[in-house]
């Protein structure tokens, strides 16, 4: 890059106003180089800022999120703090886990078996300890590692829980006083057990299977033998308490979007071609290397184009021969495209009669066949992974429960009368009378109130959030953080800049991961300007 461009104004573009686009615009704004007046502007393909966070409005009123929900930890958080400096933390509205988690779990089998809460304790307990082994061990391999790898197996999260569940199930069967006192305890709650078709250990099995359920959602991956084990226990949160907006995720982005100067961001600009400068094509006639094509025909150019679209788009567009990048990127940063995991994960909220008793609706958990038993009659295919179905505060009707992978994916397929009607079989098969708002009922006359994500379907996202898959490591989301070309190819530098949730090599798949990939695309241009002065 010339000299006098250097110490002229960089003209800097950010694609996508989610919470990474953001960060890194108010980074550069609030940095002392902004003395050189950047000039920026963020490409927003959508009518509205936020990305892949999304605050909503149920028909009740009461707010929801249909994209991120949870500040992952307090303590250090940089989303708590504007959240805290905003007055975002406490709502107007009744909003979605205002009082926090749901309540301790009713876990139900199909068919209404109810499993005892120290039966079901036992086995959730022992799912978090396992985990909790991973975690403890960050950047080392657990223990039972090089235990799985000489059984065969490939390092993956699932085999090694798995593991775990039939080492705890062996131990037991050596101690018959346990397992009479737990067969005692199941038999207390459901006399007629023995015509259920249900056993101790199917139902030791199916608690073990909704935790590895949730872990689908908190993880997006389609099957937890799809993570890999070691860069499984790199991730992190912050210390201290999980919580939830008062007045949305969404006030967060907006806090962020509001210290930006006026005409910032532009919307409805969907970027369909960015092209670079590489050995082959010199700069554009402008003297900037980076022209950006626009779906409505708009063009711009840049020294620096700051790319935060998600893994899902980038495997999609630029894996594919229609290419998003020309010249293609180059085959170290594409490989890591490809073998990176993303996957799908999508909230349904569904609005039900209150109780007929007037009490607080349960957090129900459900044990479902085997698919080799299953009948679609009973349960829809696309709810047989569900693991619960809770309120979104202790007072409210709506309900909200979580989908990932190909049930997501089914779901979003659906219209809201089939959502309906499927939640509705799913509470009868296991034997809970609530109904559905709106199925048959005057109350609601016939309307039917339902919301849910539909993150996969969306063309600008194509999917929720990433995951370490199998076959791939930490080192390749330093490789898709990392700008093309790099500072020792030949051509201008730092033309191409990578932020967003896979980018960020140990908080992944959160928006903190987001925020701080964004401020680090920001600060990798201000060093560099400040070593080129």
């Given at each position: 890059?010339?000299?006098?461009?250097?110490?002229?104004?960089?003209?800097v573009i950010v694609i996508g106003a989610g919470i990474s686009g953001l960060s890194a615009a108010r980074r550069l704004y609030s940095s002392p180089a902004a003395a050189r007046d950047w000039q920026i502007t963020v490409l927003e393909a959508s009518d509205r800022i936020g990305g892949r966070i999304f605050t909503s409005q149920f028909d009740t009123g009461e707010q929801i999120e249909i994209g991120a929900t949870w500040i992952h930890g307090v303590e250090g958080?940089?989303?708590?703090?504007?959240?805290?400096?905003?007055?975002?933390?406490?709502?107007?509205?009744?909003?979605?886990?205002?009082?926090?988690?749901?309540?301790?779990?009713?876990?139900?089998?199909?068919?209404?078996?109810?499993?005892?809460?120290?039966?079901?304790?036992?086995?959730?307990?022992?799912?978090?300890?396992?985990?909790?082994?991973?975690?403890?061990?960050?950047?080392?391999?657990?223990?039972?590692?090089?235990?799985?790898?000489?059984?065969?197996?490939?390092?993956?999260?699932?085999?090694?829980?798995?593991?775990?569940?039939?080492?705890?199930?062996?131990?037991?069967?050596?101690?018959?006083?346990?397992?009479?006192?737990?067969?005692?305890?199941?038999?207390?709650?459901?006399?007629?057990?023995?015509?259920?078709?249900?056993?101790?250990?199917?139902?030791?099995?199916?608690?073990?299977?909704?935790?590895?359920?949730?872990?689908?959602?908190?993880?997006?991956?389609?099957?937890?033998?799809?993570?890999?084990?070691?860069?499984?226990?790199?991730?992190?949160?912050?210390?201290?308490?999980?919580?939830?907006?008062?007045?949305?995720?969404?006030?967060?982005?907006?806090?962020?979007?509001?210290?930006?100067?006026?005409?910032?961001?532009?919307?409805?600009?969907?970027?369909?071609?960015?092209?670079?400068?590489?050995?082959?094509?010199?700069?554009?006639?402008?003297?900037?290397?980076?022209?950006?094509?626009?779906?409505?025909?708009?063009?711009?150019?840049?020294?620096?184009?700051?790319?935060?679209?998600?893994?899902?788009?980038?495997?999609?567009?630029?894996?594919?021969?229609?290419?998003?990048?020309?010249?293609?990127?180059?085959?170290?940063?594409?490989?890591?495209?490809?073998?990176?995991?993303?996957?799908?994960?999508?909230?349904?909220?569904?609005?039900?009669?209150?109780?007929?008793?007037?009490?607080?609706?349960?957090?129900?958990?459900?044990?479902?066949?085997?698919?080799?038993?299953?009948?679609?009659?009973?349960?829809?295919?696309?709810?047989?992974?569900?693991?619960?179905?809770?309120?979104?505060?202790?007072?409210?009707?709506?309900?909200?429960?979580?989908?990932?992978?190909?049930?997501?994916?089914?779901?979003?397929?659906?219209?809201?009368?089939?959502?309906?009607?499927?939640?509705?079989?799913?509470?009868?098969?296991?034997?809970?009378?609530?109904?559905?708002?709106?199925?048959?009922?005057?109350?609601?006359?016939?309307?039917?109130?339902?919301?849910?994500?539909?993150?996969?379907?969306?063309?600008?996202?194509?999917?929720?959030?990433?995951?370490?898959?199998?076959?791939?490591?930490?080192?390749?989301?330093?490789?898709?953080?990392?700008?093309?070309?790099?500072?020792?190819?030949?051509?201008?530098?730092?033309?191409?800049?990578?932020?967003?949730?896979?980018?960020?090599?140990?908080?992944?798949?959160?928006?903190?991961?987001?925020?701080?990939?964004?401020?680090?695309?920001?600060?990798?241009?201000?060093?560099?300007?400040?070593?080129?002065?």
């Amino acid at each position: 890059m010339e000299l006098k461009k250097l110490c002229g104004k960089p003209r800097v573009i950010v694609i996508g106003a989610g919470i990474s686009g953001l960060s890194a615009a108010r980074r550069l704004y609030s940095s002392p180089a902004a003395a050189r007046d950047w000039q920026i502007t963020v490409l927003e393909a959508s009518d509205r800022i936020g990305g892949r966070i999304f605050t909503s409005q149920f028909d009740t009123g009461e707010q929801i999120e249909i994209g991120a929900t949870w500040i992952h930890g307090v303590e250090g958080s940089p989303i708590f703090d504007i959240a805290e400096k905003s007055g975002a933390l406490h709502g107007d509205v009744p909003f979605e886990c205002m009082d926090g988690f749901p309540e301790p779990p009713i876990v139900k089998a199909q068919g209404g078996v109810t499993v005892h809460s120290t039966i079901a304790h036992d086995v959730a307990s022992l799912y978090r300890q396992l985990v909790d082994d991973v975690n403890d061990r960050r950047g080392e391999p657990p223990e039972v590692t090089a235990e799985t790898l000489e059984h065969g197996d490939s390092g993956n999260l699932g085999s090694y829980l798995r593991r775990g569940f039939e080492s705890f199930l062996g131990k037991q069967a050596a101690t018959p006083a346990g397992v009479n006192a737990a067969e005692l305890l199941l038999k207390q709650d459901n006399p007629s057990i023995a015509s259920s078709g249900w056993n101790l250990r199917a139902l030791q099995e199916g608690v073990f299977t909704i935790q590895e359920n949730w872990e689908r959602c908190v993880t997006a991956a389609e099957s937890l033998h799809d993570l890999d084990l070691l860069a499984f226990n790199e991730y992190w949160e912050f210390p201290g308490e999980q919580i939830t907006i008062g007045k949305g995720f969404s006030s967060v982005v907006q806090a962020l979007a509001k210290s930006l100067p006026p005409d910032t961001i532009r919307f409805h600009k969907k970027v369909d071609k960015v092209v670079w400068t590489d050995v082959a094509r010199t700069s554009a006639s402008s003297g900037y290397p980076v022209q950006l094509h626009c779906e409505d025909g708009s063009t711009f150019e840049a020294d620096h184009v700051i790319v935060t679209v998600s893994l899902g788009v980038l495997k999609a567009k630029a894996l594919e021969e229609q290419q998003l990048f020309q010249p293609r990127l180059p085959d170290w940063k594409l490989d890591s495209i490809e073998k990176l995991g993303f996957g799908v994960v999508d909230k349904l909220f569904v609005l039900v009669e209150p109780p007929p008793d007037g009490s607080q609706h349960p957090n129900l958990q459900f044990i479902h066949k085997s698919q080799a038993d299953a009948d679609e009659d009973e349960v829809p295919r696309w709810m047989r992974k569900t693991h619960s179905l809770y309120p979104i505060h202790k007072k409210s009707n709506v309900l909200v429960a979580w989908f990932a992978g190909a049930e997501a994916k089914e779901m979003e397929k659906l219209s809201d009368e089939e959502i309906a009607r499927g939640v509705q079989k799913t509470l009868a098969a296991f034997g809970d009378k609530r109904r559905v708002a709106g199925l048959g009922s005057q109350r609601h006359s016939g309307k039917v109130h339902v919301a849910h994500g539909c993150w996969n379907r969306n063309p600008l996202f194509l999917g929720s959030y990433s995951y370490v898959a199998v076959g791939s490591n930490g080192d390749d989301i330093d490789h898709l953080a990392a700008p093309v070309p790099r500072l020792s190819d030949s051509g201008p530098p730092l033309q191409l800049l990578f932020a967003g949730e896979a980018t960020h090599r140990d908080q992944y798949s959160t928006t903190h991961g987001a925020y701080f990939s964004g401020q680090r695309e920001a600060d990798r241009l201000i060093q560099h300007y400040k070593f080129a002065s």
